[in-house]
T-cell receptor, first 111, second 111 residues
Framework: DAKTTQPPSMDCAEGRAANLPCNHSTISGNEYVYWYRQIHSQGPQYIIHGLKNNETNEMASLIITEDRKSSTLILPHATLRDTAVYYCIVRATGSARQLTFGSGTQLTVLP | DVKVTQSSRYLVKRTGEKVFLECVQDMDHENMFWYRQDPGLGLRLIYFSYDVKMKEKGDIPEGYSVSREKKERFSLILESASTNQTSMYLC??????????FGQGTRLTVV
């Protein structure tokens, strides 16, 4: 699975959009981009994933660049409960191996 | 909603004890996984299973074994607990190639 690079930490004001970047310059054509988050002392939670088109669900939006070498997770109206470590992972669908987690981005939503 | 349940949230065991960590999922997922999470090291895969009675080593299997006698249950066994196995243990399950769902974690302390 391709390696990802994320900033170690970010702050965001409550109610504003949080934009979390991820670089995955070695991504292969069959690899998806997955986002998870982990709130302190809980297990990781799946957020969203995509291949090349932008995706949106009730939690977030995922924007993938045309060359697929980077992506951005957008939380449109961040709340204090969105404070967590956010992990960007790339993985081939159908892979028997499980997701490899990097260090992620600590997002702190400020009141 | 998918539910992955780990038998204990907190556990304290003595060095040398045999320790069983249990994980049950209710969504008929083929894949189940055990990770440990340590500060500064992220999530590391210990073992995973893609079918009943099938298992594969992850990145750090030493000192651990697993059992999957039924599809919904995946057990992690510490044959002789040591202090360096003090950690947060996370179980996850998924359909093949799909997003993973995590349990709440078991914080194990070996004294």
């Amino acid at each position: 699975d391709a390696k990802t690079t994320q900033p170690p930490s970010m702050d965001c004001a409550e109610g504003r959009a949080a934009n979390l970047p991820c670089n995955h310059s070695t991504i292969s054509g069959n690899e998806y981009v997955y986002w998870y988050r982990q709130i302190h002392s809980q297990g990781p939670q799946y957020i969203i994933h995509g291949l090349k088109n932008n995706e949106t669900n009730e939690m977030a939006s995922l924007i993938i660049t045309e060359d697929r070498k980077s992506s951005t997770l957008i939380l449109p109206h961040a709340t204090l409960r969105d404070t967590a470590v956010y992990y960007c992972i790339v993985r081939a669908t159908g892979s028997a191996r499980q997701l490899t987690f990097g260090s992620g981005t600590q997002l702190t939503v400020l009141p | 909603d998918v539910k992955v349940t780990q038998s204990s949230r907190y556990l304290v065991k003595r060095t040398g004890e045999k320790v069983f960590l249990e994980c049950v999922q209710d969504m008929d997922h083929e894949n189940m996984f055990w990770y440990r999470q340590d500060p500064g090291l992220g999530l590391r895969l210990i073992y995973f299973s893609y079918d009943v009675k099938m298992k594969e080593k992850g990145d750090i299997p030493e000192g651990y074994s697993v059992s999957r006698e039924k599809k919904e249950r995946f057990s992690l066994i510490l044959e002789s607990a040591s202090t360096n196995q003090t950690s947060m243990y996370l179980c996850a399950s998924s359909l093949k190639g799909m997003e993973a769902f995590f349990g709440q974690g078991t914080r194990l302390t070996v004294v």
